[in-house]
């Protein structure tokens, strides 16, 4: 009972900071849930939140094969990247490695979003870029659950409109979410069994989580709200660094 109340504490307050600034649920849960079980265990328990959550990002503003004609070359580099990954994955030394790289991820993630005001216009380079961002990506997917670092920068560098931003981010965490499952599944850690009906408690708690922010959303200032949002990413980070 104490592990479901953690999974559900922490999945209400990750969808609480997504519903009220429309990001964070993998960064957030992920890194509170390390603190009480491996990375792969708490990466097994993201799956159904985040592929919900990131289906109905995808799929809102419809428009989808238009964002798959552009951004195919950084999906396939996603999937060969969690194929052929360059870094320690989940399933290896009981998550050790895989824990400081997402404490890495997230505090470079808050440094980013606290610093970085412009980023310069990349589309020129794309067709070179995309697919070695991708595998970057995958390989991220992969060793620590998340695809932050470099996905969300890149993509950010591309200066699309607001909404064709959500929409290929959900495109992208759609499909390493797809990655990350498949992984965790054909390579199991010892010791450590999945039981995905955890995951649904987990969504529910999320879901629950962005409704309540949702309603507090226009209580609060946004940007100082975000800017403490980046700082705790950055605090967390260093946290999981130092132990």
């Known amino acids: 009972m104490t592990f479901i109340a953690i999974i559900v504490f922490v999945f209400i307050f990750a969808g609480m900071i997504k519903g009220m600034i429309g990001l964070g649920l993998p960064a957030v849960s992920m890194g509170l849930l390390t603190i009480a079980m491996s990375p792969f265990q708490a990466a097994s328990l993201l799956i159904v ?12 503003e419809g ?11 950084l999906l396939i580099g996603i999937v060969v990247g969690s194929i052929w990954s360059f870094l320690p994955t989940l399933n ?3 998550g050790q490695s ?15 979003g606290l610093c970085v005001k412009a980023l310069p216009d990349l589309s020129r380079y794309e067709t070179w870029l995309s697919p070695l961002v991708g595998y970057i990506g995958g390989a991220v997917t992969v060793a620590t659950g998340v695809i ?42 010892a010791g450590v069994t999945l039981d995905y009906r955890l995951s649904i408690v987990a969504l529910v708690a ?38």
């Open 148 to 189: 932050i670092i470099p996905v969300v920068p890149y993509l950010q560098s591309l200066h699309l409109q607001r909404d064709e931003l959500v929409q290929a981010l959900g495109l992208t965490f759609t499909v390493s979410t797809i990655c990350l499952a498949v992984f965790l599944h054909h390579n199991p850690m």
């Open 92 to 94: 290896q030394s009981h």
């Open 98 to 112: 895989s824990e400081l790289l997402l404490g890495s991820m997230l505090a470079l993630y808050g440094i980013y």
């Open 49 to 60: 939140p985040s592929m919900m959550t990131n289906i109905w990002q995808l799929f809102a």
């Open 206 to 243: 999320a879901l629950v989580g962005m409704w309540l922010g949702k309603k507090i959303r226009y209580q609060l200032n946004e940007q100082r709200f975000r800017r403490l949002f980046f700082i705790g990413l950055v605090a967390l980070g260093a946290y999981m660094l130092s132990h």
């Open 63 to 73: 428009r989808v094969w238009t964002f798959i004609c552009r951004f195919w070359s």
